[in-house]
């Protein structure tokens, strides 16, 4: 119990840190906002961001440019 207690609060933590990080380094992120994170630890796939180009599995692993 206490292990996952930790992992929440360390989740939370690094959503909070990417958050930032987004917010001042990445054009167009800087009026984002984190509008919830997950009550419980574990593995979803409830929400995604859809941009206007999505990369294939082929071009992330040989790293080409677009």
């Known amino acids: 119990m206490e292990d996952l207690t930790k992992a929440e609060f360390e989740g939370r933590k690094q959503v909070l840190m990417?958050?930032?990080?987004?917010?001042n380094s990445?054009?167009?992120?800087?009026n984002a906002s984190?509008?919830?994170t997950g009550a419980q630890i574990g593995i979803?796939?409830?929400?995604r961001i859809e941009g206007n180009?999505?990369?294939t599995k082929e071009e992330c692993g040989s790293r080409t440019k677009v």
């Open 18 to 23: 990417v958050a930032d990080f987004l917010k």
């Open 44 to 47: 979803r796939e409830s929400r």
């Open 53 to 55: 180009y999505v990369l």
């Open 26 to 30: 990445i054009p167009g992120f800087e």
């Open 34 to 36: 984190i509008s919830s």
